[in-house]
């Protein structure tokens, strides 16, 4: 039984390295390497719920079921983006680059300026979440992130929300901790 924790740890530490040296090759400009204790972190001090948390390590280990992975299993018909319609639907396209996406960040990043919150929002950290270093405010803007990630990939496509005041009745409803 030892012998099989030993096996499956190794095996993650595997998948792990491989998938932070996907993410460090897109985010080239940042030194990811030092940050990766604290982006794994994040999944838990971010929040307390459990599909939550999955959902932020299915994203870090770049095995959410986008149309792209879909289609590649034979699952989809196509591997274009449910929101535009126009790209493939990678981890990348539809949490930054799809117009609905970026209409999404740019409404949240006003809000963030607005209410005095520190931690701007760029493609790294629409993607991965700001480096958490014990800061309220930080936490804070983690939390939104994976709000608008969640209320993003959850929204009917035909609604296409390009404000966040359904995020800000969502957090209304739930205590954020």
Known sequence: MCVYAFVAVIIFRFKSLHEEEKWENIFQDYNL???????????YTTTNDTVLRIFQYKLIMRILPTNTLLFKYKYVNSNVCDFCNCHDETIEHIFWE?????????????FIQENSINGLIRKKE???????????????????????????????????????SCLLKILKA????
């Not at 405010?137 to 035909?158: G, Y």
């Not at 739930?174 to 901790?177: D, E, L, P």
């Open 33 to 43: 390497s030092s940050e990766w204790q604290s982006l794994y972190r994040n999944i």
């Open 98 to 110: 799809c117009h609905v996406s970026q209409s999404l960040w740019s409404n949240l990043n006003n």
């Open 174 to 177: 739930q205590s954020i901790h």
């Open 126 to 164: 629409a993607l991965l979440g700001h480096v958490n270093n014990n800061n309220i405010n930080i936490n804070l803007s983690n939390t939104l992130i994976l709000m608008m990630k969640i209320l993003h990939i959850h929204n009917d496509t035909q609604q296409k929300y390009s404000n966040i």
